[in-house]
T-cell receptor, first 111, second 110 residues
Framework: DVKVTQSSRYLVKRTGEKVFLECVQD?????MFWYRQDPGLGLRLIYF???????EKGDIPEGYSVSREKKERFSLILESASTNQTSMYLC??????????FGPGTRLTVL | EDQVTQSPEALRLQEGESSSLNCSYT??????LFWYRQDPGKGPEFLFT???AGEEKEKERLKATLTKKESFLHITAPKPEDSATYLC???????????FGAGTQVVVTP
């Protein structure tokens, strides 16, 4: 079974803080993805990575950056958190069949 | 512009009352269509991948089908534990980026 884990289920941060969300997969997958999910807007792609140190912007990258230093770990960074980044953040890992497996999500609240 | 539309937005079923969810898509070069189930506060759980028109996949009370313009998720004799939001997504590129529909929230009452 594919396992994707995320570092926190719930996180509360203050405006202006730097926030790190971590994701780990145990299946040696090449591609990993970060999405955010908001009511009425669905899941939207923030960034993805297709190899170590390789990354591409998704549909809504503004205010975010990512890091992939090891194949199994993909981090999402909020450089200076703002209230409009309050959301559910979901990490996914993709196998060769194009199927993506998601982690449990991190509910981030920015005050 | 690529688009994925799910209908209905919400569905309330009696236990045992079969029904179908629709996912229509307008994309260029479909590589795959995916169905996920999502429970409140959790990440999406993978159900099915469909690659070509005419393909069908089944798992317990769920059956997914694909045509050139849409996919259906049939729920046969649902139980309360089938209550969830069902998400449809498509991919059109080699990176495997997913474009999601808004989802159908299904509630099955005893």
């Amino acid at each position: 079974d594919v396992k994707v884990t995320q570092s926190s289920r719930y996180l509360v941060k203050r405006t202006g803080e730097k926030v790190f969300l971590e994701c780990v997969q145990d299946m040696d997958h090449e591609n990993m993805f970060w999405y955010r999910q908001d009511p009425g807007l669905g899941l939207r792609l923030i960034y993805f990575s297709y190899d170590v140190k390789m990354k591409e912007k998704g549909d809504i990258p503004e205010g975010y950056s990512v890091s992939r230093e090891k194949k199994e770990r993909f981090s999402l960074i909020l450089e200076s958190a703002s209230t409009n980044q309050t959301s559910m953040y979901l990490c996914a890992s993709k196998e060769s069949t194009d199927t993506q497996y998601f982690g449990p999500g991190t509910r981030l609240t920015v005050l | 512009e690529d688009q994925v539309t799910q209908s209905p937005e919400a569905l309330r079923l009696q236990e045992g009352e079969s029904s179908s969810l629709n996912c229509s898509y307008t994309v260029s070069g479909l590589r795959g269509l995916f169905w996920y189930r999502q429970d409140p506060g959790k990440g999406p759980e993978f159900l099915f991948t469909l690659y070509s028109a005419g393909e069908e996949k089944e798992k317990e009370r769920l059956k997914a089908t694909l045509t050139k313009k849409e996919s259906f998720l049939h729920i046969t004799a649902p139980k309360p534990e089938d209550s969830a939001t069902y998400l449809c997504a498509v991919t059109t590129d080699s990176w495997g980026k997913l474009q999601f529909g808004a989802g159908t929230q299904v509630v099955v009452t005893p």
